[in-house]
């Protein structure tokens, strides 16, 4: 069975500071991995995904994320925080293959809080 | 670009009460899905459809019914509404490119609460 782990429930951090948030994954077969943002009342926007190639892959408002398979990871990163990124953030995993639909497995989140 | 919408953004519902949540999208995508997020739990996937006149259960079905009878609509049904299903639900879409899944693009939610 597939399954993500965030390890973190809340994280605070200063803007200008830099944010790692992590992400674990489980998955029989080769993974299509996702990081979504969702800010307060709102739906989840995409910010970056992975299925092959470059394991640093670039997103939307400056994050990025790195994908290590022998540690079953994809790490969302960013160099400096801004205010406007305090939101909540989801690791998805799905099946690359279609045939089987995008069904995503998500982690349980990790609230960013930015203080000034 | 209207995207995927969901109708209505917010609902309370008395125990028992039957509703049926819409979900409308405009990219003529193959994939729907309805998920329900709760707090500490992430989302988790009730039900999807991959076409027109197909539905299948996800991790949390029971409770609930879909239909799609169209490509770009998919209802969530409660037929008896429980506490237990007061939740944020979200719909979703995303189609494939040959024989590759795509990203899932979702609606703004709808928050229901059920007294």
């Known amino acids: 069975a597939q399954s993500v782990t965030q390890p973190d429930i809340h994280i605070t951090v200063s803007e200008g500071a830099s944010l790692e948030l992590r992400c674990n994954y489980s998955?029989?077969?080769?993974?299509?991995l996702f990081w979504y943002v969702q800010s307060p009342g709102q739906g989840l926007q995409l910010l970056l995904k992975?299925?092959?190639?470059?394991?640093l892959v670039q997103g939307i408002k400056g994050f990025e994320a790195e994908f290590k398979r022998s540690q079953s990871s994809f790490n969302l990163r960013k160099p400096s925080v801004h205010w406007s990124d305090a939101a909540e953030y989801f690791c998805a995993v799905g099946a690359q293959r279609a045939g089987t639909a995008s069904k995503l497995t998500f982690g349980t989140g990790t609230r960013l809080q930015v203080t000034l | 670009n209207a995207g995927v919408t969901q109708t209505p953004k917010f609902r309370v519902l008395k125990t028992g009460q039957s509703m049926t949540l819409l979900c409308a999208q405009d990219m003529n995508h193959e994939y729907m899905y309805w998920y329900r997020q709760d707090p500490g739990m992430g989302l988790r996937l009730i039900h999807y459809?991959?076409?027109?006149?197909?539905?299948a259960k996800g991790e949390v079905p029971d409770g609930y019914n879909v239909s799609r009878l169209k490509k770009q609509n998919f209802l969530l049904g409660l037929e008896s509404a429980a506490p237990s299903q007061t939740s944020v639900y979200f719909c979703?879409?995303?189609?494939?490119?040959?024989?590759?899944?795509?990203?899932?693009?979702f609606g703004q939610g709808t928050r229901l609460t059920v007294v």
């Open positions: 459809s991959v076409g027109e006149g197909t539905t």
């Open positions: 992975y299925f092959s190639g470059d394991t």
């Open positions: 998955y029989g077969a080769t993974p299509y």
């Open positions: 979703a879409s995303s189609f494939r490119q040959g024989q590759m899944n795509t990203e899932a693009f």
